[in-house]
């Protein structure tokens, strides 16, 4: 009996104590399960969400430094100072999120004399003065790149190199650093960026040392995008093609749009005519093309050559519901500069106008300066919007 007894109580005790577990047990589950279940209805809800991002990109052509425009820049104390030369565009060019232009001479600094066309050699401070400004998308490969050898390219590349914050393309000092897979981002939005060159004036980098200037092939090209298409939103390429002093298009630069357009190059900001050319969209919208900026700053003679093109493109990235992702170049707006700069005295006194700030003293006909090559950058897409920074 007390056997029995003794065993009864044990299993009452059993029993009580598997309730409780069950109890807590399940009460535990239940309320976690409701936990979790309402996190997940959260972070779904978080991940249907549509998303946007968005960065605006301003552009301007050729910094092409004469001999004229640094003896202007010059100081006493043996200095240069090209900022006040790019003072009215300074406003305009640093409030973006990204500003592009091409350094069409190399800057070489003082390690090597400076010189004028046809082989140039610049001082730095060309560049400080356009960072000053705001500008940080930097295109290297250009006809003047090898101007003075692989010493010119290890000098401009070591002052680029310095400068952190600045992103440029197209000319390096080793084969390690030309292969480099560079990806960069701005607001969410990831980016490549390459600079190549159409024409080298002769001056090809020999053999073993292309890196020292990025001159084009579909190969290479081809090659370079590859690796970074499928890591980034956007792929930005700059060309530098195009004929000299032509406002139009050529079949050269027709053929290479495409062939990168199909390659899912989504933005085309082209150099090196020194004159204006038109803009537009390709294959069916994916990609925009800027053919030519023409010059932002130089010492040529004549409207056309000292009218250049400042471009902003918004590079807009949509996240939808199922996570699918559009990348678009939108709302493209066009205007003018020009470059002041007194010819036959000994102040030349050169200074980059927005052409919204002319009047008939600074260039006489300004006005319809402004409509003809207006009409010429829009002959392709009339819908560009004009005004930047009015
Ligand atoms: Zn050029």
């Not at 060309?239 to 357009?261: F, P, R």
């Given at each position: ?27 535990y ?48 104390n ?8 790019i003072?009215?565009?300074k ?12 350094q ?31 500008f ?32 440029t393309?197209g ?64 792929v ?8 000299e002093?032509s ?11 495409n ?13 090196h ?15 925009f ?32 519901v ?7 170049i ?10 002041r ?8 006194d ?41």
């Amino acid at each position: 009996m007390k056997k029995k007894i003794r065993i009864k109580w044990k299993n009452i005790i059993l029993v009580g104590l598997v309730l409780g577990l069950l109890v807590t047990g399940g009460f535990y589950l239940y309320s976690n399960f409701f936990l979790l279940s309402d996190t997940e209805t959260k972070s779904i809800k978080i991940e249907k969400k549509k998303k946007e991002y968005q960065f605006k990109l301003f552009m301007v052509g050729d910094a092409l430094i004469h001999e004229s425009v640094y003896y202007d820049a010059r100081l006493s104390n043996g200095g240069y100072d090209f900022k006040p030369m790019i003072e009215l565009i300074k406003p305009i060019s640093s409030s973006y999120d990204l500003a592009y232009y091409n350094q069409e001479t190399i800057l070489g600094g003082k390690a090597i004399p400076y010189s004028n066309y046809p082989r140039f050699n610049s001082p730095q401070e060309v560049g400080d003065a356009m960072i000053d400004a705001g500008f940080d998308l930097v295109s290297l490969a250009t006809n003047h790149t090898m101007d003075k050898g692989e010493t010119g390219v290890i000098e401009s590349t070591k002052y680029w190199n310095s400068k952190e914050q600045i992103i440029t393309a197209g000319s390096w000092s080793s084969q390690e650093e030309r292969d480099k897979v560079r990806i960069y981002e701005k607001n969410g939005i990831k980016y490549a960026f390459f600079s190549y060159t159409t024409w080298t004036n002769g001056l090809n980098p020999p053999t073993g040392k292309e890196y020292l200037n990025n001159v084009y092939s579909n190969e290479k090209a081809k090659a370079d995008i590859e690796k970074v298409r499928d890591k980034v939103d956007v792929v930005i390429v700059a060309m530098h093609w195009g004929t000299e002093y032509s406002l139009g298009v050529s079949e050269d630069q027709t053929k290479i749009a495409n062939y990168l357009s199909e390659l899912g190059v989504d933005l085309i900001i082209g150099a090196h005519p020194h004159v204006v050319e038109p803009v537009e969209y390709i294959n069916n919208g994916k990609t925009f093309v800027i053919y030519s900026l023409g010059n932002f700053i130089s010492g040529q003679i004549g409207v056309e050559k000292l009218t250049g093109l400042m471009m902003e493109v918004t590079i807009k990235k949509v996240v939808d519901v199922d996570g699918d992702v559009t990348v678009s170049i939108v709302n493209p707006k066009a205007d003018l500069t020009y470059t002041r700069y007194h010819l036959n005295s000994s102040n030349r006194d050169f200074k980059v106008f927005p052409y919204a700030q002319l009047n008939e003293t600074i260039l006489p006909n300004y006005r319809s300066y402004y409509e003809k090559y207006k009409g010429i950058v829009s002959s392709r897409y009339s819908e560009l919007e004009w005004g930047i920074g009015a």
